[in-house]
Protein backbone atom coordinates (compact mmCIF):
# COMPACT_ATOMS: atom_id res chain seq x y z
CA UNK A 1 0.00 0.00 0.00
CA UNK A 2 1.13 3.65 -0.65
CA UNK A 3 2.16 5.23 2.31
CA UNK A 4 1.78 8.96 1.76
CA UNK A 5 0.89 12.32 3.68
CA UNK A 6 1.98 16.02 3.84
CA UNK A 7 3.70 18.32 5.73
CA UNK A 8 1.08 19.55 8.74
CA UNK A 9 1.28 22.83 11.19
CA UNK A 10 1.80 21.17 14.33
CA UNK A 11 0.80 24.48 16.30
CA UNK A 12 -2.55 22.54 17.56
CA UNK A 13 -0.87 19.44 18.80
CA UNK A 14 -0.31 15.79 17.78
CA UNK A 15 -4.14 14.91 17.99
CA UNK A 16 -5.08 17.60 15.67
CA UNK A 17 -2.22 16.71 13.00
CA UNK A 18 -3.36 13.06 13.63
CA UNK A 19 -7.46 14.22 12.87
CA UNK A 20 -6.13 16.00 10.07
CA UNK A 21 -4.19 13.28 8.63
CA UNK A 22 -7.09 11.32 8.94
CA UNK A 23 -9.40 13.32 6.82
CA UNK A 24 -6.62 14.60 3.74
CA UNK A 25 -6.48 10.67 3.70
CA UNK A 26 -2.83 10.52 4.32
CA UNK A 27 -1.44 7.35 6.79
CA UNK A 28 2.02 9.74 7.16
CA UNK A 29 2.56 12.90 7.94
CA UNK A 30 5.42 15.25 8.42
CA UNK A 31 6.17 18.24 10.96
CA UNK A 32 8.25 20.81 12.51
CA UNK A 33 9.33 19.95 15.91
CA UNK A 34 9.27 23.82 16.82
CA UNK A 35 9.06 27.02 15.08
CA UNK A 36 11.04 26.33 11.62
CA UNK A 37 13.25 29.48 12.46
CA UNK A 38 14.44 27.33 15.89
CA UNK A 39 13.45 29.02 19.14
CA UNK A 40 12.15 27.23 22.11
CA UNK A 41 9.35 24.31 21.70
CA UNK A 42 6.35 23.89 23.77
CA UNK A 43 6.77 21.55 26.44
CA UNK A 44 5.31 18.47 25.57
CA UNK A 45 1.51 17.74 26.18
CA UNK A 46 1.63 14.06 27.52
CA UNK A 47 -2.24 14.11 27.31
CA UNK A 48 -2.42 15.12 23.74
CA UNK A 49 0.23 12.59 23.09
CA UNK A 50 -1.74 9.84 24.05
CA UNK A 51 -4.42 10.81 22.33
CA UNK A 52 -2.38 10.86 18.97
CA UNK A 53 -1.09 7.16 19.86
CA UNK A 54 -4.58 6.38 20.38
CA UNK A 55 -5.64 7.48 16.67
CA UNK A 56 -2.37 5.77 15.60
CA UNK A 57 -3.40 2.40 17.07
CA UNK A 58 -6.85 2.30 15.19
CA UNK A 59 -5.41 3.68 12.25
CA UNK A 60 -2.48 3.26 9.58
CA UNK A 61 -0.81 6.77 10.54
CA UNK A 62 3.43 5.28 10.46
CA UNK A 63 5.27 6.61 10.44
CA UNK A 64 5.81 10.05 11.68
CA UNK A 65 8.15 12.78 10.40
CA UNK A 66 9.53 15.57 12.39
CA UNK A 67 11.33 18.43 10.32
CA UNK A 68 14.58 19.87 12.22
CA UNK A 69 13.95 24.26 12.27
CA UNK A 70 15.77 24.22 8.77
CA UNK A 71 17.52 27.70 10.25
CA UNK A 72 19.57 25.35 12.14
CA UNK A 73 23.63 25.42 10.89
CA UNK A 74 25.29 22.20 12.68
CA UNK A 75 28.37 22.80 10.50
CA UNK A 76 28.72 26.82 11.20
CA UNK A 77 31.89 28.62 11.61
CA UNK A 78 30.40 30.37 14.53
CA UNK A 79 31.04 27.71 17.92
CA UNK A 80 27.25 29.32 19.22
CA UNK A 81 25.44 28.70 16.29
CA UNK A 82 26.56 25.14 16.24
CA UNK A 83 25.63 24.84 19.86
CA UNK A 84 22.10 26.04 19.19
CA UNK A 85 22.08 23.35 16.58
CA UNK A 86 23.24 20.56 19.16
CA UNK A 87 21.13 21.99 21.92
CA UNK A 88 18.07 22.00 19.37
CA UNK A 89 18.29 18.95 17.99
CA UNK A 90 19.20 17.34 21.32
CA UNK A 91 16.45 18.26 23.00
CA UNK A 92 13.87 17.56 19.73
CA UNK A 93 15.55 14.06 20.33
CA UNK A 94 13.97 13.99 23.55
CA UNK A 95 10.71 14.71 22.54
CA UNK A 96 10.54 12.22 19.86
CA UNK A 97 10.72 9.40 22.92
CA UNK A 98 6.97 10.31 23.26
CA UNK A 99 6.47 8.83 19.77
CA UNK A 100 8.98 6.06 19.50
CA UNK A 101 9.43 4.50 16.28
CA UNK A 102 9.73 7.55 14.14
CA UNK A 103 11.85 9.28 11.96
CA UNK A 104 13.71 13.20 12.23
CA UNK A 105 15.21 14.62 9.18
CA UNK A 106 17.41 17.31 9.23
CA UNK A 107 19.52 19.62 6.53
CA UNK A 108 22.87 19.24 7.24
CA UNK A 109 23.78 22.94 7.17
CA UNK A 110 25.93 25.47 4.87
CA UNK A 111 29.75 24.97 5.60
CA UNK A 112 29.80 29.30 4.14
CA UNK A 113 33.40 29.63 3.70
CA UNK A 114 35.17 26.64 5.92
CA UNK A 115 35.06 24.16 3.26
CA UNK A 116 32.87 20.96 3.04
CA UNK A 117 35.57 18.86 4.87
CA UNK A 118 34.95 21.23 7.95
CA UNK A 119 31.56 21.13 7.80
CA UNK A 120 31.18 17.57 7.01
CA UNK A 121 33.04 16.74 10.52
CA UNK A 122 31.15 19.16 12.49
CA UNK A 123 27.75 17.94 11.67
CA UNK A 124 29.49 14.29 12.01
CA UNK A 125 30.70 15.50 15.23
CA UNK A 126 27.70 16.57 16.64
CA UNK A 127 25.49 13.54 15.74
CA UNK A 128 28.38 11.65 18.15
CA UNK A 129 27.24 14.01 21.10
CA UNK A 130 23.87 13.30 20.71
CA UNK A 131 23.00 9.85 19.44
CA UNK A 132 22.52 7.47 22.02
CA UNK A 133 22.41 3.76 22.52
CA UNK A 134 18.92 3.94 23.96
CA UNK A 135 16.95 6.13 21.20
CA UNK A 136 14.33 5.21 19.32
CA UNK A 137 14.14 7.34 16.71
CA UNK A 138 15.98 6.79 12.97
CA UNK A 139 17.83 10.56 12.34
CA UNK A 140 17.46 11.14 8.36
CA UNK A 141 19.65 13.88 6.71
CA UNK A 142 18.35 15.41 3.91
CA UNK A 143 19.49 15.26 0.53
CA UNK A 144 20.15 19.05 -0.23
CA UNK A 145 19.87 20.99 -3.72
CA UNK A 146 23.11 22.13 -3.35
CA UNK A 147 22.15 26.10 -3.04
CA UNK A 148 25.06 28.45 -1.78
CA UNK A 149 27.46 26.33 0.57
CA UNK A 150 25.08 23.51 1.21
CA UNK A 151 26.29 20.20 2.52
CA UNK A 152 24.41 17.63 1.30
CA UNK A 153 24.34 18.48 -2.63
CA UNK A 154 25.48 14.92 -4.06
CA UNK A 155 25.60 11.15 -2.35
CA UNK A 156 28.98 11.39 -1.39
CA UNK A 157 28.74 14.37 0.77
CA UNK A 158 26.01 12.35 2.55
CA UNK A 159 27.99 9.26 2.81
CA UNK A 160 30.49 10.87 4.03
CA UNK A 161 28.96 11.98 7.50
CA UNK A 162 27.20 8.57 7.54
CA UNK A 163 30.88 7.01 7.34
CA UNK A 164 31.98 9.33 10.61
CA UNK A 165 28.74 8.74 13.00
CA UNK A 166 29.60 5.95 15.58
CA UNK A 167 26.06 4.95 16.26
CA UNK A 168 25.40 4.72 12.48
CA UNK A 169 22.69 2.22 13.05
CA UNK A 170 20.32 5.49 14.22
CA UNK A 171 21.23 6.81 10.98
CA UNK A 172 19.45 7.33 7.57
CA UNK A 173 18.45 9.26 4.49
CA UNK A 174 15.71 11.27 3.58
CA UNK A 175 15.24 12.03 -0.61
CA UNK A 176 13.21 15.07 -1.48
CA UNK A 177 12.84 14.79 -5.25
CA UNK A 178 12.37 18.38 -5.39
CA UNK A 179 16.19 18.54 -4.22
CA UNK A 180 18.18 16.03 -5.97
CA UNK A 181 16.66 17.42 -8.74
CA UNK A 182 18.36 20.89 -9.07
CA UNK A 183 21.40 19.23 -7.67
CA UNK A 184 22.03 17.32 -10.69
CA UNK A 185 20.36 14.20 -10.53
CA UNK A 186 18.09 13.15 -13.51
CA UNK A 187 15.26 11.51 -11.81
CA UNK A 188 12.87 12.46 -14.46
CA UNK A 189 14.73 10.61 -17.82
CA UNK A 190 17.47 8.32 -15.37
CA UNK A 191 15.22 7.73 -12.56
CA UNK A 192 16.61 3.91 -12.04
CA UNK A 193 20.44 5.04 -12.95
CA UNK A 194 20.02 7.90 -10.01
CA UNK A 195 18.74 4.97 -7.72
CA UNK A 196 21.61 2.86 -9.20
CA UNK A 197 23.88 5.32 -7.98
CA UNK A 198 21.97 5.86 -4.62
CA UNK A 199 22.59 2.89 -3.71
CA UNK A 200 26.41 2.54 -4.52
CA UNK A 201 27.28 5.47 -3.01
CA UNK A 202 24.84 5.20 0.10
CA UNK A 203 23.04 2.29 -0.13
CA UNK A 204 19.76 1.52 -0.61
CA UNK A 205 19.00 0.11 2.92
CA UNK A 206 19.59 3.80 4.12
CA UNK A 207 17.02 5.32 2.61
CA UNK A 208 14.07 5.41 5.18
CA UNK A 209 11.63 8.17 3.55
CA UNK A 210 10.83 10.29 0.45
CA UNK A 211 9.88 14.30 0.41
CA UNK A 212 7.69 13.87 -2.79
CA UNK A 213 7.85 17.78 -4.81
CA UNK A 214 7.48 19.21 -8.08
CA UNK A 215 10.59 21.81 -8.45
CA UNK A 216 10.37 25.13 -10.36
CA UNK A 217 13.85 24.98 -11.72
CA UNK A 218 15.36 22.65 -14.32
CA UNK A 219 17.88 20.03 -13.77
CA UNK A 220 20.93 21.20 -11.60
CA UNK A 221 19.52 24.56 -10.69
CA UNK A 222 20.97 24.90 -7.50
CA UNK A 223 17.75 26.72 -6.68
CA UNK A 224 15.40 24.48 -4.00
CA UNK A 225 11.94 25.95 -5.14
CA UNK A 226 9.01 23.60 -4.39
CA UNK A 227 6.32 23.16 -6.81
CA UNK A 228 2.99 21.49 -6.80
CA UNK A 229 2.69 17.98 -8.55
CA UNK A 230 2.40 18.39 -11.55
CA UNK A 231 3.63 22.31 -12.19
CA UNK A 232 7.15 22.27 -12.02
CA UNK A 233 9.62 20.72 -14.27
CA UNK A 234 9.39 17.02 -13.00
CA UNK A 235 5.94 16.91 -13.65
CA UNK A 236 3.32 14.82 -12.81
CA UNK A 237 4.50 11.51 -14.81
CA UNK A 238 7.96 11.37 -13.56
CA UNK A 239 6.45 11.61 -9.67
CA UNK A 240 4.00 8.98 -10.12
CA UNK A 241 6.81 6.76 -11.50
CA UNK A 242 8.48 7.65 -8.43
CA UNK A 243 5.63 6.44 -6.18
CA UNK A 244 5.74 3.36 -8.21
CA UNK A 245 9.64 2.35 -8.28
CA UNK A 246 10.39 -0.98 -6.93
CA UNK A 247 13.11 -0.11 -4.77
CA UNK A 248 10.99 2.81 -3.03
CA UNK A 249 7.50 1.71 -3.15
CA UNK A 250 7.22 0.95 0.75
CA UNK A 251 8.65 4.27 1.93
CA UNK A 252 7.14 7.27 3.21
CA UNK A 253 6.27 9.72 0.91
CA UNK A 254 5.10 13.10 2.25
CA UNK A 255 4.38 16.42 0.08
CA UNK A 256 5.88 19.18 1.12
CA UNK A 257 4.53 21.36 -1.98
CA UNK A 258 2.72 24.73 -1.68
CA UNK A 259 -0.47 23.89 -0.73
CA UNK A 260 -3.46 24.00 1.58
CA UNK A 261 -5.10 21.16 2.96
CA UNK A 262 -7.52 20.69 0.11
CA UNK A 263 -4.42 20.42 -2.22
CA UNK A 264 -2.57 18.40 -0.27
CA UNK A 265 -5.34 15.97 -0.35
CA UNK A 266 -6.30 16.04 -4.30
CA UNK A 267 -2.30 15.36 -4.63
CA UNK A 268 -2.70 12.65 -1.85
CA UNK A 269 -5.93 11.34 -4.17
CA UNK A 270 -4.06 11.13 -7.46
CA UNK A 271 -1.10 9.56 -5.90
CA UNK A 272 -2.93 6.64 -4.83
CA UNK A 273 -4.95 6.28 -7.74
CA UNK A 274 -1.76 6.21 -10.29
CA UNK A 275 -0.33 3.71 -7.35
CA UNK A 276 -0.18 -0.01 -8.65
CA UNK A 277 -0.37 -2.37 -6.13
FE1 LIG B 1 13.67 19.78 4.48
FE1 LIG C 1 12.40 18.38 1.82
ZN1 LIG D 1 13.33 22.26 -0.13
Known amino acids: MLKI ?17 LEIGA ?7 RNPRGGKAKAIDENDVKKFLEIQKRSDIFPIVAHAPYTLN ?3 ADSHLRDFARETMEDDLKRMEYTPGNLYNFHPGSHVKQGVETGIQYIADMLNQILTKEQHTTVLLETMSGKGSEIGRNFEELREILDRV ?14 VWDGGYDIVNHLDEVLTEFDRVIGLSRLKAIHLNDSQNPLGAHKDRH ?16 VNHPALKNLPFNLETPNELPGYAQEIRFMRENYKE
Open 5 to 21: GCHLSSSKGYEAMGKTA
Open 27 to 33: DTFQFFT
Open 74 to 76: ACA
Open 166 to 179: ELSDKMGVCLDTCH
Open 227 to 242: ARIGEGCIGAEALVRV
